[in-house]
């Protein structure tokens, strides 16, 4: 079966590239420079030869310079929030919704979801496709869908209590909002039908997830989406709980260490970028996505034969780098968790002294772990650095202070501060 996709993943490579070459001007450019043939592609091996498109690239050509077919055949326009630089503007063909909610439908199908389920969607119906892309995957399935974006978790409660909702879709951070309202109410959580949270659009730790789990006694599923090449359903976690399955007929994937570019092993940290293989009106070639995951070696028991990684560890672009060993801030957030036993405020600073690069990990203690005596903050304080060294083989400096003191940026804390 996986010589089988390899097959169609090669069909699909060679006819998407020589319909961007032809379509897109942004590509033919692109490839002439770097005297590429699309006729010339036989083998997959050869996308490595093929550039990279970036986020700003996708700037440069807004809004509608990336499509690939007429704005006439372009039934929905989605984007995103613009916040640094122009938004990027994705288009679909009806076709591309079909394929949209397809692509949704086999993903909550892959986490049980049958007509028989009530689903409630917290995101936003705006420009954004998450809402849609799930809903839309959900009514192809026949099950019934509760589209409600109120920000007031009591109120979402409400709804999923008299609606009898069985599966909640939200970010990983208002999932756990909810539940810290929800232990505020008289609501029994195991009264509840609710049989399955979906998490989305953010990464979110273990920890987080057994915590759902174990309060509302359900499961809960990570549903990866990529709003440049499809918005939700690119990649999956089924019934089994093993990982992220990438929807590999659809999307050719490449795993690549984020400084050399090159495919990483199982167990090695990298950066996802994407071919899409069946997008008419917004297709991309080796897109790099900027989120980070691990590859697996094992397979899912699910029998699955599409490529398997752990949930996003994080982004690119939060990766450190020091005396040439890389770390993400989530690992830190990790580790602090398997310590201390809580979720812990910290901000990595990086400096120089004396010509050598140096880190401190600056930790706000929760009221629980905040204590008057001395010696017990200094074993905490060891205990965590000796961890540190153990994890990165760095030796990283812990210093506990308020929360008040760490540098913010809109109101949120900076989890780096390079002062090299």
Known sequence: MKNDLKLIQLERLYAILNRVYKEVPFYRSLFNRYNLDPEEFSD???????????????????????????????????????????????????????????????????????????????????????????????????????????????????????????????????????????????????????????????????????????????????????????????????????????????????????????????GELGEIVITTLTKEAFPLIRYRTGDLTIPLKETCPCGSPYLLTTHIVGRKDDLVMLRGIKFHPSQIELLLEAVTGEKLPFQILLYREEGIEKVLLLVALSENLFTDSFSAQENLKKNLEERLYLEFNLPIKVKFVEEGSFEKKNGKILRIIDKR
Request: glycine content about 6%.
């Open 44 to 266: 997959l091996t050869e996308l490595k030869k093929y550039p990279f498109t970036t986020r700003e690239d996708l700037q440069k050509n807004y809004p509608y310079q990336m499509f690939a077919v007429p704005l006439r055949e372009v039934v929905r326009i989605q984007a995103s929030s613009g916040t640094t630089g122009e938004p990027i503007v994705v288009g679909y063909t009806k076709n591309d919704l079909t394929l949209l909610a397809e692509l949704n439908a086999k993903a909550l199908q892959s986490m049980g979801i049958t007509k028989d389920d009530v689903l409630q969607i917290t995101f936003h119906h705006g420009l954004f496709a998450s809402a849609f892309g799930i809903q839309s995957g959900a009514e192809l399935i026949g099950a019934s869908v509760i589209p409600i974006n109120l920000e007031d978790p009591r109120k979402q409660l409400k709804i999923m209590q008299d609606y009898r909702t069985t599966t909640m879709v939200c970010t990983p951070s208002y999932a756990i909002w909810l539940s810290e309202v929800l232990l505020q109410t008289d609501i029994n959580p195991h009264a509840l039908m609710l049989k399955r949270f979906i998490l989305c659009g953010e990464p979110f730790t273990e920890k987080q997830k057994e915590h759902l789990q174990s309060l509302f006694k359900v499961k809960v599923y990570d549903l990866y989406a990529v709003m440049e090449i499809f918005g939700p359903g690119v990649a999956f976690e089924c019934r089994e709980q093993k990982g992220l399955h990438f929807q590999e007929e659809h999307f050719y994937v490449e795993i690549l260490h984020p400084e050399t570019l090159e495919p990483v092993n199982p």
